[in-house]
């Protein structure tokens, strides 16, 4: 299981259930890779949105540059992206790559990286030199993810975590030989290290809204599964690890809303895991109930 078999053939239907599904991403999240990006002395001339799917956050950026560089490894997403964006080469360049592919880009030549819930399918290694290959020292690389939202009533998020572990199971179960890439996406980015021979020390590894005891790690992978895709971490000793709590990735669940969450990818049948969604179903109603989503964000800057 990679990249390639998931994601190549992404037609119109299929991102239209991914944009639905997935959360709001509030403007204060794309605001603290701005912050972080001018703090470090970064530029604003040239970004560049790796692995964007069909251009799903490149509009939250762009405006902050003059040239946009939005790639992705499958030409379909990469012709869902054109037709998003509009094909207008003032601003942007687009491009059918994988992250782990840099050769046509000059080298030191863009301003700020984003790879947003990409890394797993990356050959990370790869992905982070053809990284450093085309930063601009004090360039900035941002990695975003977004996990799995947390219902706030012990009650529901107990039937709603048994659906997506349910889920996460037999994912697995079919592609045991992909742990690695389970491993880097329940980190979220944990598992990757950032070399301080090319990048500065301090790489800074914020972690939002893991609460009531679920983390993110948590709310992806079940307990049974700890020993088969365990937590890894490759911090290095100066990285900087903060958790907050954001009130800007608060949602109102209701049972339409966590339907097109569960949705968002597609899936195959499992009468186990709809039988769960029925209990789920009937216990939430008619009400909204307080939910909100763990998310991440680490970010680093080129030597
Ligand atoms: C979950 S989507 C993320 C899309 C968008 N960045 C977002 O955050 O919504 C993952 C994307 O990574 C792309 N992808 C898969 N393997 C890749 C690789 N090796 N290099 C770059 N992109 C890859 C897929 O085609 C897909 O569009």
Not at 5 to 26: C, F, L
Not at 113 to 120: A, D, I, L, R, Y
Not at 146 to 164: A, C, K, N, R, Y
Request: overall charge negative; some cysteine; aromatic content about 10%.
């Amino acid at each position: 299981m990679s990249g390639d078999d998931i994601y190549y053939k992404g037609d119109d239907e299929y991102w239209k259930a991914y944009r639905e599904g997935r959360p709001s991403v509030p403007d204060s999240y794309f605001q603290r890779i701005i912050d972080y990006h001018k703090e470090n002395g970064g530029q604003f001339n040239v970004w560049h949105d790796m692995g964007a799917g069909s251009a799903v956050h490149t509009r939250r950026l762009s405006p902050n540059f003059k040239k946009t560089i939005v790639s992705d490894s499958g030409a379909s997403n990469v012709e869902a992206a054109k037709s998003y964006l509009g094909d207008n080469s003032e601003a942007y360049v687009f491009r059918v790559a994988k992250g782990e592919e840099a050769s046509d880009l000059e080298p030191s030549s863009v301003d700020l990286v984003f790879g947003c819930n990409m890394m797993h399918y990356t050959d990370v290694d790869e992905t982070l030199r053809a990284v450093l290959h085309q930063l601009k020292p004090g360039g900035t690389l941002a990695l975003g993810g977004f996990g799995l939202p947390i219902v706030l009533d012990e009650e529901l998020q107990s039937l709603w975590s048994q659906m997506t572990h349910r889920r996460l199971r037999v994912t697995f179960e079919a592609n045991r030989a992909a742990s690695k890439l389970f491993i880097v996406a329940s980190g979220p980015h944990d598992a990757i290290p950032f070399d301080t021979e090319h990048f500065r020390p301090g790489a800074l590894r914020l972690k939002f809204n893991e609460r009531d005891g679920w983390s993110w790690r948590r709310c992806m992978i079940p307990a049974s599964l700890d020993e088969d895709i365990p937590y890894v971490t490759r911090f290095g000793e100066d990285d900087v690890v903060v958790h907050e709590n954001n009130e800007d990735w608060n949602f109102e669940a209701d049972v339409t809303v966590m339907r097109k969450i569960l949705e968002t990818f597609p899936m195959s049948p499992d009468p186990v895991r709809e039988e769960l969604w029925r209990q789920f179903q009937a216990k939430i109603g008619d009400r909204k109930v307080p939910a909100t989503w763990p998310s991440s964000l680490t970010l680093v800057t080129k030597k």
